[in-house]
């Protein structure tokens, strides 16, 4: 019987998705443990993600584990990963896709259904993401926006204690962690308008390369179409050399639709643009291409 050590970070989320991955592996006849690893982003909770440095803030402990054998596993929010791994690391497997749409929790206090998205005029809107404030900024330029951290509890009660009138949110992680919401006006943002994260709502079972068993395992738990999707969609953030901080969202519909939203300065609002393609080969790279002329133009005016 193989023997697994998942590491994971400690928030609710995130050990909700590593006793996800547990359970799979176990119902296969493994057995499996859990050792959970602070990372830079759980460590430092009062900066946005624009001022902390480097990229992989959510993961570059748990990888640090699992290049020096303490853990054999990594389960990650695939979102959160460098597009550039360690050499010796490689993604096995990738989940089933939850719904990638970002959800708008907003105060009853602060709704108004004449508005767009039942938002009343200059609301104070919470979230720490340049990709979403940018497209906050093109959708709702009279909002104020201001840094919001913490694990998804956390943020939900920053709004409930009046901090806010309204907070932007993953709905994959609300959904997995079930969190009751009906206190709250709940908008759900159509991921071809406000355009997700690349990879939002999929999991990332991370290995060493060396560890071709562990590999052979988790290939029966691998969703090879969404792998497809979201290699393109993470493609394009690796092109335009980015990571956390980028104002850029990217989502690959299972019909190869791909919508993009992207904005060189986030108080600037972002552009929307739409691709689509018969085959994804080569997609990617063409997407990149035009978004860099696009800001190089707009540079040059």
């Keep these: 019987m193989q023997h697994i050590r998942i590491g994971s970070r400690g928030s609710d989320l995130a050990l909700w998705q590593a006793n996800h991955v547990r359970k799979q592996l176990e119902s296969m006849g ?120 913490g694990n998804v509890p956390t943020r939900i009660q920053k709004l409930r204690d009046g901090g806010y009138d309204a907070i932007l949110l993953a709905k994959a992680g609300v959904d997995r962690l079930q969190i009751d919401l009906s206190e709250f006006h709940v908008h759900v943002l159509d991921p071809e308008e406000f355009v997700p994260a690349p990879a939002q709502g999929v999991l990332a079972l991370q290995i060493r390369k060396s560890d071709q068993a562990l590999f052979e395992i988790l290939q029966k738990m691998n969703h090879p179409d969404v792998q497809k999707r979201i290699a393109v969609e993470r493609k394009v953030l690796n092109l335009m050399d980015g990571g956390c901080q980028l104002p850029l969202g990217v989502y690959c519909t299972p019909d190869h639709a791909v919508y993009v939203s992207h904005a060189t300065n986030w108080e600037d609002g972002a552009d929307w643009y739409e691709y689509r393609a018969e085959e994804l080969d080569g997609l990617a790279e063409m997407i990149a291409e035009d978004l860099k002329s696009t800001s190089n133009e707009a540079l040059d005016q």
């Design 30 to 149: 493994c057995s499996v443990d859990l050792t959970i690893i602070k990372t830079q982003g759980d460590a430092i909770q009062h900066l946005s993600f624009d001022k902390l440095e480097g990229k992989g803030f959510f993961t570059k402990e748990i990888e640090q584990a699992l290049l020096t054998n303490q853990v054999d596993l990594a389960v990650h929010s695939h979102k959160d990963l460098e597009t550039t791994p360690p050499e010796e690391l490689v993604i096995a497997c990738v989940s089933e896709r939850e719904d990638p749409s970002d959800l708008l929790l907003i105060a009853k206090t602060a709704v108004n259904a004449s508005q767009h998205w039942g938002l009343k005029d200059g609301a104070i809107v919470g979230t720490s993401s340049a990709r979403r404030k940018s497209q906050v900024m093109r959708y709702r330029a009279d909002v104020e926006i201001r840094d919001l951290r």
